[in-house]
């Protein structure tokens, strides 16, 4: 009977996934379409930021293994209740376009949260829940190919809205198949629709996620999620950052604004197709908490990006991530050059110093912005750092 269900939940957005990319938006233009320079923009800031307060007795850093069982490895932070941690994280893939379908549910209650390009100038976010629940994170949407590497990586429950018949094949050979959720007739919960003054939104329960994959046999248990270090003290040796700019195209941009009161980076989203007249942001709010999106972490990984496959206006993009590569670490104010390295399918990947020492994350929320290997950096004066993504 599992297996009938399971059939006919793949028969159904197999379907209604054929013309996903049918009437997808123009492709946004290349870089050149940029202004020339960013002082337009509402900046400045001249002066770095004041290091924050080093580490008491009171605080104690944790990692990159070894975690006690009331430290949640994904932010180095304890939890209330041990017990929450007896799971796998719980990945949902959560849209950033259309605009009118912001803000986001529950987003602020993430503990990591990767943001990447998709396809035809658009960005979603894969938001891993682990320490925190909530009963109505969206909206949902589909599913891309690099979603499958975080899956293996995290050992994570996968909640998504549909996928391309090309993506959806691939995820459902893997060998985390029983651990996907996707929109389907007889999932509900975990994943339902809901309709707030007409928005008809998909969601996902977090804390119905495990019991969900048990029906189908699947473990859900506490995984090995090593390979983050955390620090209290700020690091020696960074350089001013207290504005960091990604730009995808003309629709998806974003600017975090680091909040010296509360040691946080801020997030402000696009308002406005920018062909020219400039960019516009708002800040990026929680709908549940009313709060503004915050990372205590923002770290910009640069991978390889390839067309799986292009025709006209349909695309499906693959971002590689094997071995090791060039990051960019933000924290407190500033900036450190790292290294991305993971040694394993399996396993969270880890940043490094040059002489290979674990670059050490400030406890707290991860946001990782996936930039290519074709991408622009654009440093200026009073820690502006401004990064505009490219496809080879």
Known sequence: MKRLTLLISVLVLLLSSCGLFRNAPTPAPTETSLPATATELPVTPTSAPTPLPTATAELVDYGPSGFPPNINPLTGLPVSDPAVLDRRPLAIKIQLFPRDGRPPFGLSLADVVFDYYQNNGMTRLHAIFYGNDYEQVGPIRSARLFDGELIEMYKSIF????ADKRILRKLLNANYANRLIFEGALNCPPMCRIDPNGGNYLVANTKEMGPYIETRGEKDERQNLDGMKFQHATPAGG????????????????RWDY???SGKYLRFQDTQEDGGQGEAYAPLLDRVTNAQISADNVVILVLPHKFEYKSGNSEIIDIEMKDS????????????EVR???SADDTLFTLQFADG?????????TYYVIMGTSSTLDKKDGGIWRFVWAMP
């Open 340 to 342: 991305w390295v993971r």
């Open 357 to 365: 020492t674990p670059y050490p994350y400030k406890p707290g929320v």
């Open 259 to 261: 909040d010296q009161s």
């Open 325 to 336: 590569g060039i990051a960019y670490a933000f924290r407190d104010g500033y900036a450190y």
């Open 239 to 254: 350089t001013p950052a207290v504005k960091i700019f990604t730009r995808f195209s003309i629709s998806a941009y974003v």
């Open 159 to 162: 909640a998504f809205g549909s």
